[in-house]
C-alpha cells in the first residue's frame, strides 16, 4: 500500500511564492504518474499538474500555466510543486496523488489516480 505524506503550504501575500512537497512510501516511486489538485471552498476538484514517472514530461491545468512548476526526485521519493505569482484564485486545499499506470490521455483525471496524500492548506491574500 503506497502512503502520500505531503509537508508545507502556507499563507502568502498575492505574487509570492510558496513551494511543498510528497513523500511516497515504496520501492516503485519511479514507475508512478504523480499529480496535484486542487479543491477551493464551494467549488470541485480542479487538475493543476502531472509529471511522468520518470519526470521527463509535465502537464498544467490552465489556470496555473506559467507560474507552477512540478518536478520529482525519484531517489527520494518525492514530488514537488513550485507555486510562483501566487494569485487569491489559487486559495485551495491541494492533494498529492499517485497513479500506477502512466497515461497522458487520462492524467487530469482524478479517476487516474490510485492513492491520495491527506491535503495542504494553501491561502493566498489579497
Known amino acids: 500500500q503506497v502512503q502520500l505524506v505531503e509537508s508545507g503550504g502556507g499563507l502568502v501575500e498575492a505574487g509570492g511564492s510558496l513551494r511543498f512537497s510528497c513523500a511516497a512510501s515504496?520501492?516503485?516511486?519511479?514507475?508512478?504518474?504523480m499529480g496535484w489538485f486542487r479543491q477551493a471552498p464551494g467549488k470541485e476538484h480542479e487538475f493543476v499538474a502531472a509529471i511522468s514517472p520518470s519526470g521527463a514530461y509535465t502537464y498544467y491545468g490552465d489556470s496555473v500555466k506559467g507560474r507552477f512548476t512540478i518536478s520529482r526526485v525519484n531517489a527520494e521519493n518525492t514530488v514537488s510543486l513550485q507555486m510562483n505569482s501566487l494569485k487569491p484564485e489559487d486559495t485551495a486545499d491541494y492533494y498529492c496523488?499517485?497513479?500506477?499506470?502512466?497515461?497522458?490521455?487520462?492524467?487530469?483525471?482524478?479517476?487516474?489516480?490510485?492513492?491520495w496524500g491527506q491535503g495542504t492548506q494553501v491561502t493566498v491574500s489579497s
Open positions: 496523488a499517485a497513479s500506477a499506470q502512466y497515461d497522458i490521455t487520462t492524467a487530469r483525471r482524478r479517476s487516474s489516480y490510485d492513492y
Open positions: 515504496g520501492r516503485t516511486f519511479d514507475t508512478y504518474l
